[in-house]
């Protein structure tokens, strides 16, 4: 069960930012956990990405380096309206992820990053199914989250942050296998030789603590 530093947290950008900041060092800092789900994409400035649960922008600000054609989507006003004034060259929808306001096919790419542990099963199979439904044939799904850690060095830092900071969703996500569950919803994790064939479709990282899965929609 979360605490009151989880509420605090969404309330006052500085203190987001800090969390986001302190727990990044376990990858080398925030700019490099930013990057970790793009590493391995061939993104030009056409490339039509959707930042899915953007937040205030904390990873739309590295999308629009290499995209023209980003939008964000949050179901949170406050949050989108923090991600508009941080990162303006994006484009944003206010809805919900497990019913989003697009046609089918639309998006070459859909990333996302440490939002899916927010989600109870139900929404997440439901938000997985909305994300292969908008992405383009042989789109590509690229996210970071959390993972059950396979050092346990590792177990105590992340045990004290999901507490502090996190709510059941996010202990429920560690106890599930993302990668079988994106394949019963259609995705294969063999990426095409344009979107990065040498890029592992599952890569673990900090101790096994976090994942960054990249799978496509079969072309």
Same mark, same amino acid.
């Given at each position: 069960?979360a605490?009151i530093?989880?509420s605090?947290s969404y ?6 930012? @800090? ?7 376990s990858?080398?800092g ?5 990057r970790?789900?793009?590493e391995?994409? @061939?993104?030009d400035s056409?490339t039509?990405?959707l930042d899915?649960c953007?937040g205030?922008?904390?990873a ?6 290499? @995209?023209q054609?980003?939008?964000g989507l949050d179901?949170?006003?406050?949050s989108?309206k923090?991600?508009k004034?941080n990162?303006p060259?994006?484009?944003y929808?206010e ?7 697009f046609?089918n096919?639309e ?8 939002a ?15 994300v292969?439904r908008v992405?383009k044939?042989g ?5 970071v989250d959390?993972?059950r850690p ?5 177990w ?5 942050f999901l507490?502090?900071?996190?709510t059941?969703t ?11 569950l994106l @394949?019963?919803v ?6 095409s030789e344009a979107?990065?064939a040498?890029f592992?479709?599952?890569?673990l990282?900090?101790?096994g ?6 799978v496509?929609?079969p072309?």
């Amino acid at each position: 069960m979360a605490t009151i530093f989880r509420s605090l947290s969404y309330r006052y950008q500085w203190l987001y930012d @800090s969390i986001s900041r302190l727990a990044a060092l376990s990858v080398g800092g925030e700019a490099r956990f930013r990057r970790l789900a793009l590493e391995g994409l @061939s993104i030009d400035s056409n490339t039509k990405v959707l930042d899915l649960c953007c937040g205030s922008g904390q990873a739309t600000e590295v999308l629009v380096r290499h @995209s023209q054609n980003v939008v964000g989507l949050d179901a949170s006003p406050l949050s989108l309206k923090r991600a508009k004034h941080n990162v303006p060259k994006a484009e944003y929808v206010e809805a919900f992820a497990e019913k989003m306001p697009f046609g089918n096919d639309e998006f070459d790419v859909v990333h996302t990053s440490a939002a899916l542990h927010e989600m109870n099963p139900v929404q997440l199979r439901q938000i997985l199914e909305e994300v292969y439904r908008v992405l383009k044939p042989g789109g590509v799904f690229t996210l970071v989250d959390f993972h059950r850690p396979n050092n346990p060095l590792f177990w105590p830092g992340i045990a004290v942050f999901l507490w502090v900071f996190e709510t059941e969703t996010a202990w429920q996500l560690l106890q599930t296998d993302l990668m079988a569950l994106l @394949s019963e919803v259609g995705f294969r994790a063999n990426l095409s030789e344009a979107q990065g064939a040498d890029f592992p479709q599952q890569r673990l990282c900090a101790g096994g603590s976090l994942q960054v899965i990249q799978v496509q929609k079969p072309g």
